[in-house]
C-alpha cells in the first residue's frame, strides 16, 4: 500500500534512514492482518491509520521479536502482544458502521 500515503506517513514517522523493503514488508503483514480481522479485500481509509500506527510499532520491535518487556541498565520498555489491541474499539466501530449502511437501507417495489 506504498500509494495513498501510508508508506511516506511512516517512514515520516520512523525518521532518519529506514529499511524500505522491511517497511513495505510490515505493511504487507500489517494490512493482512487487519483485512482479516475486517473480512474485506481492502484497508477503508478510515482506518489506514492503524496499518501506519501498529506497522511503526512493529518495526520498532524488530530485533525484540517473542519479547513482552526488557531491562537495560534501569530502562525499561515493555511491548504489547496484540498491536491492534487498542484500535479494537475503533473496528469494531466501523464495522457496525458498515453493517448499518448495508442493512439499513430499504427496498420499495412499485
Known sequence: MQGGGVFTKIKSLLGGAVDDTLVDTIIDMVESQLLLRLNMEEVPYEL???????AVARYNQIGD??????????????WLTDLFAPYEKDIKLFLDRKNQTVSGGSIRFL
Do not use: D, L, P
Request: no cysteine; charged share 20%.
Open 48 to 54: 489506514q491509520y492503524i496499518v501506519v500506527n501498529v
Open 65 to 78: 521479536e517473542g519479547k513482552s518487556s526488557m531491562t537495560v541498565e534501569g530502562e525499561s520498555a515493555a
